[in-house]
T-cell receptor
Framework: ETGVTQTPRHLVMGMTNKKSLKCEQHLGHNAMYWYKQSAKKPLELMFV???????ENNSVPSRFSPECPNSSHLFLHLHTLQPEDSALYLCASSHQGGTSGRPEAKNIQYFGAGTRLSVL | GQSLEQPSEVTAVEGAIVQINCTYQTSGFYGLSWYQQHDGGAPTFLSYNALDGLEETGRFSSFLSRSDSYGYLLLQELQMKDSASYFC??????????FGAGTRLFVKA
């Protein structure tokens, strides 16, 4: 148990559907992340939120829409996806990033087990 | 571009020692992390090196050479449960961590 919970664990959707992925962290962290994990590829950072404010949008198509209502919850709203969007979507959280000597400066991230998404 | 290179697969025998190498090319570098991910599971943090040298945590050790842009993860006394994917990751500051594609470790009896 990593302290980061993602639901659902599996999702199959058609290209015209609208669905949402949910992430919740119980670690008291202020930063939350969405990553896309495809087979044999590096994790792709999609979005970062710090204290509910989006700090990073890594040129993600608009069919992916994040929402962060508070520091403990993160959503990824999906609509009109493409088959190539099929992947494992991982949520992570961390203490505030930084370059000081404090432990949180390492940006250690705690991941959920992910949502396996299949787009038909 | 920013990238981390690591072997795609490594196979070793139970009880043996295995080393997983990682070379990085990233703009801005504060340290190198290692994560473990079992099939169907969450990536979990193993170690972090900010300075050159070896960090030891039980059966796992991690090494960094900043001048060579190189690091490795060393797993000793391999156990079957160590079969997993291992990712190196470069912390580049703020909230940005760049991950490698992962090394799949197979431990055989």
């Amino acid at each position: 148990e990593t302290g980061v919970t993602q639901t659902p664990r599996h999702l199959v959707m058609g290209m015209t559907n609208k669905k949402s992925l949910k992430c919740e962290q119980h670690l008291g962290h202020n930063a939350m992340y969405w990553y896309k994990q495809s087979a044999k590829k590096p994790l792709e950072l999609m979005f970062v939120y710090n204290f509910k404010e989006q700090t990073e949008n890594n040129s993600v198509p608009s069919r992916f829409s994040p929402e962060c209502p508070n520091s403990s919850h993160l959503f990824l709203h999906l609509h009109t996806l493409q088959p190539e969007d099929s992947a494992l979507y991982l949520c992570a959280s961390s203490h505030q990033g930084g370059t000081s000597g404090r432990p949180e400066a390492k940006n250690i991230q705690y991941f959920g087990a992910g949502t396996r998404l299949s787009v038909l | 571009g920013q990238s981390l290179e690591q072997p795609s697969e490594v196979t070793a025998v139970e009880g043996a020692i295995v080393q997983i190498n990682c070379t990085y090319q990233t703009s801005g570098f504060y340290g190198l992390s290692w994560y473990q991910q079992h099939d169907g599971g969450a990536p979990t943090f193993l170690s972090y090196n900010a300075l050159d040298g070896l960090e030891e945590t039980g059966r796992f050790s991690s090494f960094l050479s900043r001048s060579d842009s190189y690091g490795y993860l060393l797993l000793q006394e391999l156990q079957m449960k160590d079969s997993a994917s291992y990712f190196c990751a470069s912390y580049t500051g703020g909230f940005k961590t760049i991950f490698g594609a992962g090394t799949r470790l197979f431990v055989k009896a």
